[in-house]
C-alpha cells in the first residue's frame, strides 16, 4: 500500500473551512484515496474517497490534483464536533484477500469555539 | 442501522489468562479484521479473514489468534495475556474487492493487562 504523509495536528475556529492535505508520492494507478474520522473511543468512521478530480458529499470534499501524489480534505464551517483524528488512506480497491487497511498516523484536529 | 459490534468496551486482565475479544457483524461481509490501536503507533492489522474458517496473519500477529467458525463473527484470541497487550483493540468488516470505503469499525475494547 502507498504511504501517506499528513501533518500530525492541526488547529481551527468554528466556522473555518479546514483543509487537510495528505501527499502519497508512490500512488498506484488501481489506487483510490479514503479518508477516515476518529473519534476517541470509536472506531475509524469513512468520510470520502476518490480516485481523481473532486469529490463532493454532505460531509467533506476531496481534492485530488492531475497527478494523484497528494490529495486535499476540505471540511467547511467545521464546529466542535469536527474535532478528531482525520486518516488518509491509499489502497488498491481492486485487491482481495481482506483489503487490507494500513492506517498512519492521522491528523489531529482541534476546533476552537 | 449496520454495524460492528464488539462485545466490550472495557476490559481488565491478569497477565498470564487466555483473553476472547469477540466481533460481530451483521452486513453479511465476508472479510473480517483485527486491529490494535495504541497512542503514536496509529493503527496496525493483527489478523484478518476473508471467508469462513480462512485467517491471514497481519503486522502484528504474535501473541495472537483468531477464530472464524461463521460468517458474522471473528473472535481475537490472546493466548496468554502480557502487559504489553494492553491497547484498544478495533474489528472492522468490509465487502471483498469493495472500495476502501467498505470498512466498517465496531467501538472498541479496551483491555488492561495487569
Known amino acids: 500500500l502507498a504511504k501517506t504523509t499528513q501533518p500530525i495536528s492541526m488547529d481551527s475556529y468554528e466556522g473555518q473551512e479546514v483543509n487537510i492535505t495528505c501527499s502519497h508520492n508512490n500512488i498506484a494507478t488501481n489506487d483510490y484515496i479514503t479518508w477516515y474520522q476518529q473519534f476517541p473511543s470509536q472506531g475509524p468512521r469513512f468520510i470520502i474517497q476518490?480516485?481523481?478530480t473532486k469529490v463532493t458529499n454532505e460531509v467533506a470534499s476531496l481534492f485530488i490534483p492531475a497527478d494523484r501524489k497528494s490529495s486535499t480534505l476540505s471540511l467547511p464551517r467545521v464546529s466542535l464536533s469536527d474535532t478528531a483524528v482525520y486518516y488518509c488512506l491509499v489502497g488498491d480497491s481492486r485487491a482481495n484477500a481482506g483489503n487490507m487497511l494500513t492506517f498512519g498516523g492521522g491528523t489531529r484536529l482541534m476546533v476552537k469555539p | 442501522d449496520v454495524k460492528v459490534t464488539q462485545s466490550s468496551r472495557y476490559l481488565v486482565k491478569r497477565t498470564g489468562e487466555k483473553v476472547f475479544l469477540e466481533c460481530v457483524q451483521d452486513m453479511d461481509h465476508e472479510n473480517m479484521f483485527w486491529y490494535r490501536q495504541d497512542p503514536g503507533l496509529g493503527l496496525r492489522l493483527i489478523y484478518f479473514s476473508y471467508d469462513v474458517k480462512m485467517k491471514e496473519k497481519g503486522d502484528i500477529p504474535e501473541g495472537y489468534s483468531v477464530s472464524r467458525e461463521k460468517k458474522e463473527r471473528f473472535s481475537l484470541i490472546l493466548e496468554s495475556a502480557s502487559t504489553n497487550q494492553t491497547s484498544m483493540y478495533l474489528c472492522?468488516?468490509?465487502?471483498?474487492?469493495?472500495?476502501?470505503?467498505?470498512?466498517?469499525f465496531g467501538s472498541g475494547t479496551r483491555l488492561t493487562v495487569v
Open positions: 472492522a468488516s468490509s465487502l471483498p474487492g469493495q472500495n476502501n470505503y467498505g470498512y466498517t
Open positions: 476518490g480516485y481523481k
